[in-house]
């Protein structure tokens, strides 16, 4: 058995977890999450001075409380683990700052883990997790891409946002039509009652410079700049705003966007299975959407579980447990944080010298 204290701080949701992988197979003992969602909502977005503060007030209660609740210390562990990239850089240091620090005194080692491999892994917190090789959708507020993982646990990027993230959009469009912040859930709520099919919205895709289009990048550009116009049509005409209509036809565009794109490139590639994760894959419409769909063509679906969509530890945990399986042993103690780091570099993170 090995076991992990996993620490999260990338954004605007503190969290500290102790997951522990048995025969392969990663369960969780205790996952807290501190959020500041509401704190944030205020100013209609995340404030990163804000963020980097509660952080710090946050972590260190997270930290006790999950080892209390475990009953583990640390000496127990197996290695302390946290996100040191990608996200806001004030917020990154204190879970890099905090891991480090106790791995240190307590002569663990140390695994810094890119953010988002913590979100492929949360995949493996789900009661069946998939064998590679698979497709992932990964659906967040800072990025939108398909992903192949085989067999090795190598990654490689086949699809991307050319501009703006799924949940960016989410939150953008909420913005405009006034539901506040988080986008996405507001979004969900108010899109109940409405109907989907009432305003028609473009399905963005991206050009290529030799003709034709990219099958399996996303761009959301056109489609907030199609909602934008949407309302502001609807107020010159003083009609009070379909709130549930327009929500319910831009959640509609973005799940079918998503899932076909996804769908045609698990198809083109061979691959029999499609994993979906991230902030978004929490969304109501676009899970059952991609369920119906998927099993319609014979394709295994996997979402990772509800709680385990947005930002937490316990993937994170996930995550460093996977490579503490596969040859890693530690990241150096000389790691900082780096706020822009893409998946393809996550590797580096574990070389001496550190990268960052
Ligand atoms: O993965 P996540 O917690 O943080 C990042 O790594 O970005 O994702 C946050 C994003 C936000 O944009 C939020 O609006 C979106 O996920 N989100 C949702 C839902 N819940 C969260 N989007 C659509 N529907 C939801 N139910
Ligand atoms: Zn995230």
């Known amino acids: 058995m090995a076991l992990v204290l996993a620490l999260e701080t990338s954004c605007d949701e503190s969290a500290a977890a102790v997951v522990a992988s048995r025969d392969g197979d990663c369960q969780v003992l205790s996952s807290r999450i501190a959020s500041q969602v509401e704190e944030h909502a205020r100013w209609g977005g995340v404030v990163p001075e804000i963020a980097s503060r509660r952080h710090v007030e946050a972590l260190p209660v997270l930290v006790e409380t999950v080892l209390a609740e475990t009953g583990v210390t640390v000496g127990d562990l197996d290695a302390v683990a946290a996100t040191v990239a990608p996200g806001l850089a004030g917020a990154l240091m204190v879970a890099s700052v905090t891991g480090r620090s106790l791995a240190a005194l307590h002569g663990r080692p140390f695994i810094g883990v890119h953010h988002l491999e913590g979100h492929l892994a949360s995949v493996q917190l789900a009661d069946r997790s998939p064998e590679a090789p698979y497709l992932v959708l990964l659906v967040s507020g800072g990025h939108t891409e398909l992903i192949r993982v085989d067999r090795s646990g190598g990654m490689l990027r086949l699809g991307r946002s050319h501009d703006d993230a799924a949940g960016e959009a989410f939150d953008k469009v909420a913005r405009l039509l006034g539901l506040g912040y988080p986008g996405g859930p507001a979004i969900q709520t108010a899109a109940e009652s409405g109907d989907p099919q009432r305003f028609p919205l473009p399905k963005g895709r991206v050009s290529r410079p030799e003709g034709g289009f990219y099958p399996y990048d996303f761009s959301f550009s056109g489609l907030k700049t199609a909602m934008l116009r949407t309302v502001e049509k609807l107020r010159s005409d003083q009609s009070e705003l379909p709130l549930a209509d327009l929500a319910a036809s831009f959640e509609q565009v973005v799940a079918e966007v998503l899932v076909e794109r996804s ?94």
């Open 263 to 356: 769908l045609r490139c698990a198809r083109d590639q061979g691959l029999d299975q499609l994993v979906m994760v991230g902030g978004v894959a929490a969304n109501r419409r676009l899970r059952s959407l991609v369920t119906e769909q998927a099993e319609a063509l014979n394709l295994g679906v996997t979402i990772a579980p509800l709680k385990f969509c947005t930002d937490n530890a316990a993937m994170i945990g996930a995550a460093a447990l996977t490579r503490l399986a596969r040859t890693v042993t530690a990241s150096s103690l000389e790691i900082g944080v780096a706020p822009r780091w893409s998946l393809d570099q996550a590797d580096d993170l574990y070389k001496t010298p550190p990268p960052f």
